[in-house]
């Protein structure tokens, strides 16, 4: 059962289009196993509906149904007969990863190898397609590990895959996805039963705090 | 004659209406009238039964006077949707017309049952205009945002939950403070996070928080109210 949910401000930004590549697939994965999240983006998209059709209509330009017809006309397919969904059949599937099956919104990244970052802690990067300077890090934390303290400049989205954690905001199982905003100082330890795999993206940059924080920072690129 | 043939998009769609003209000049003088007018029209917006209906004779029948009438209502509204979202007229003119070809070709895709027609094309634009800053950003083609794959039949019952949905959504647009409704319609224009609108409107970032929270909860309120 899940108890952490994203807030209200990601889903309506996720819903719109204007959540950062990293964020954006973190949502993706939460809402694939979130039904009551889905609900409220299905909401959330139908405000911008609503807008669609509230707003001044802009003037086009005097060709532009002339060329809409042209295109229709020289389209390959026809509305009737729908040709295979695209995307499932070009999708390359990430190569797997030691420990964890990889998330389906995931399946077209490109997912580094685990690097050591510190005691019991392991991370990989993720790149994206759509956005090479997105980041996004799958954390493998061994059970009973704190995570150093830290804030954050901006938002910090994670969703537990395997595993579970806890920090002054309760515990959050696999399905969970904690969003610490950037005036919050948290710090997560991993239940004591087995490793926490999460993925985490940040939106803005992460401010370690502490003295063993500071040391590792310029490790952790997260 | 009914109506002088203009330049712009109506002149054309006028021209283009033509065998319909002829199709339906048997019937009675009134009659036609009536019909044409309703093409020509751009301000009477159709209701959701009716944009929904179009769709389905696009689907079903490659029928381009419902096109005609989808593509003047929605055009130039998705055109102006992508230019207060930042783009430039030609390039949001440009993403618009990928639009209503992408309506045109995936019309049968739609269902009734999982979103209304505006917010079907919103989701259509807002991808468009994803996939567009991702080709800016890299060479390669990018996948669109993972599909919605979940296949539920369309029922009467969910039809009519969509329209409720849709209904309700916009009734509680219109009951927002004017600031409420200009915090959420930042968020659908502008790429920025609440903190830094808070920045810009000089507001306290707890002030703009509060003030989403109290918009975006009544919307949730009335979604929650009808999946009881």
């Known amino acids: 059962m899940i108890r952490h949910h ?12 204007q959540l950062p590549a990293g964020p954006a697939r973190v949502i993706a994965v939460h809402l694939s196993g ?32 002339a060329a809409a017809l042209r295109a229709i006309e020289d389209t390959q397919e026809s509305p009737g007969e729908p040709s295979a969904p695209p995307a499932t059949a070009a999708r390359a599937s990430a190569k ?10 995931l399946r077209d990244c490109d997912v580094g190898p685990w690097r050591w970052i510190g005691i019991g802690m392991r991370a990989s990067t993720i790149t994206l397609p759509e956005d090479a300077r997105a980041r996004l890090t799958l954390l493998r934390v061994g059970p ?64 370690l705090t502490g003295f063993f924080g500071r040391l590792i920072q310029p490790f952790v690129k997260l | 004659m009914i109506r002088p043939v203009v330049g712009g998009v109506e002149g054309i769609m006028n021209a283009f209406l033509e065998p319909a003209r002829s199709k339906i000049a048997n019937r009675s003088p009134s009659r036609r009238g009536a019909l044409v007018t309703q093409f020509m029209q751009d301000d009477g917006a159709p209701d959701g039964g009716e944009m929904a ?35 430039p007229a030609n390039t949001a003119e440009e993403i618009a017309q990928d639009v209503m070809l992408a309506v ?48 539920v039949a369309p029922s009467g019952e969910a039809v009519l939950l969509v329209a409720e949905r849709e209904a309700s959504v916009r ?13 959420v319609r930042l968020s659908f224009f502008s790429e920025k996070a609440h903190s830094e609108i808070a920045r810009e409107l000089n507001l306290p970032l707890g002030t703009v928080k509060s003030r989403v929270r109290l918009a975006l909860g009544r919307l949730r309120a009335l979604l929650e109210g009808q999946s009881s």
């Open chain 2, 171 to 183: 009734a509680a647009l219109g009951a927002l403070s004017d600031e409420q409704a200009a915090i």
């Open chain 2, 53 to 87: 209906e179009l769709i389905r004779r696009v689907a079903e029948a490659q029928d381009r006077q419902a096109y005609a009438r989808l593509y003047s209502y929605f055009a130039p509204r998705v055109t102006a949707f992508l230019r207060k979202s930042g783009l």
């Open chain 2, 104 to 151: 045109w070709r995936k019309a049968s895709y739609f269902d009734p049952a999982q979103a209304g027609v505006s917010t079907w094309i919103f989701t259509i634009a807002r991808n468009q205009r994803i996939d567009h800053a991702r080709r800016l950003k890299v060479a390669a083609a990018a996948q669109a945002l993972p599909p919605d794959d979940e296949e």
């Open chain 1, 6 to 17: 994203a807030t209200d401000e990601t889903l309506l930004r996720y819903a719109a289009g």
């Open chain 1, 144 to 207: 009973g590990r704190k995570l150093p303290e830290h804030g954050h400049f901006g938002t910090e989205f994670t969703q537990v895959l395997a595993g579970s954690f806890s920090d002054g905001y309760g515990r959050y199982t696999p399905g969970d996805l904690s969003e610490m905003g950037h005036d919050v100082e948290h710090q997560p330890i991993v239940d004591g039963e087995g490793e926490c795999i999460c993925l985490a993206a940040l939106e803005g940059s992460m401010r």
């Open chain 1, 96 to 105: 797997p990863i030691e420990g964890i099956e990889l998330p389906e919104a």
């Open chain 1, 34 to 65: 979130c039904p009551a999240c889905r609900a409220r983006v299905a909401a959330f998209e139908a405000v911008g509906g609503a807008l669609l059709q509230q707003i001044d209509p802009a003037p086009m330009s005097p060709d532009a149904f």
